[in-house]
């Protein structure tokens, strides 16, 4: 049978939108079970607390338990690896770090790659760092701190939270584009690292400002310099470190990551409710009560980022030659 021109036209286009229908009613449809989220570091830390939060606004959201999942090791890589290794169907997410940008150099027999199988929805919240000194150091600005550091070389000890933290890659990269010579000295975490900095067993410590402030403002530490690229509005005294080191910063963040190939209209639902939560009163409340600023964007945004910060500490890793524990 010969149909009409007119017939056959609206048919095909009929025919063409179906999969633009299905795509729609998919992502209208998602979820229909619960979704795992593998937070890679331990439950308590602020990645599984952000993870915990942003997976109850989903829930409550979406209508599906977002239960929390931790995966710890290798410097956040075991679970990134389980989330690469997962089906692309959208049940299983990555709360992403900075950890796992710098984890692509310093782990150098990954049986994933962080970039390639690891497809970006959006960034959540990016944390403060500052530059603190033990309050004997004679220095009182980060042009002060260089010169000592030149006068005095090797004698300073820089804690960090571990090899490999952004603790201490962001150390590193000060030494870079400074020129000058600190002692790594590294710790099993921040806690014990700031024990020892008050106590003036090591002088230098680039740490998470959440933790570190209250030692400022009770004169336990002196705050030099902020490790973002821009100040704070509630201490808008503290400058940058990029103000005298031009194009140094070094933030932590976090964000959301899910299997390569999820489809795209998962992607896009999943990045327009993070971004919902970012926008509301509480959550801003709630990340502000951890040190944290939310960081809406598209997963195009995030991509770029990504790709940026691993280029950026992939210099340092080799520069500095660090290697995991």
Known sequence: MKLPRRRFLHLAAGAAALPAVSRTARAQAYPLRPVRIIAPFPAGSSTDIVARVIGQWLSDRLGQQFVVENRTGAGGNAGAEAVAKSPPDGYTLLLAAAANAIGVTLYEKLNFDFIRDIAPVGRLAGTRFILVVHPSLPVR???????????????????????????????????????????????????????????????????????S?????????????????????????????????????????????????????????????????????????????????????????????????????????????????
């Open 141 to 211: 600005t980060v042009p002060d701190l260089v010169a000592y550091a030149k006068a005095n070389p090797g004698k300073l000890n820089m804690a960090s939270s571990g090899i490999g933290s952004l603790a201490h890659v962001a150390g590193e990269l000060f030494k870079m584009m400074t020129g000058i010579d600190m002692r790594h000295v590294p710790y099993r975490g921040s806690t014990p690292a700031l024990t020892d900095l008050i106590g003036g067993q090591v002088q230098v410590c680039f740490g998470a400002l959440f933790e």
């Open 213 to 325: 402030l209250e030692h400022v403002r009770a004169g336990k530490l002196r705050g030099l310099a902020l490790t973002n690229a821009t100040r704070w509005e509630a201490e808008p005294d503290i400058p940058t470190v990029g103000e005298f080191v031009p194009g140094y910063e070094a933030s932590g963040w976090l964000g959301v990551g899910v299997p390569k190939n999820t489809p795209a209209e998962i992607v896009e639902r999943l990045n327009k409710e993070v971004n919902a939560a970012l926008a509301d009163a509480k959550m801003k409340g709630k990340l502000a009560d951890l040190g944290m600023m939310p960081l809406p964007g598209s997963p195009a945004d995030f991509g770029k980022f990504i790709a940026d910060e691993t280029e950026k500490w992939t210099k340092v890793v080799k520069f500095a030659g660090i290697k995991p524990q």
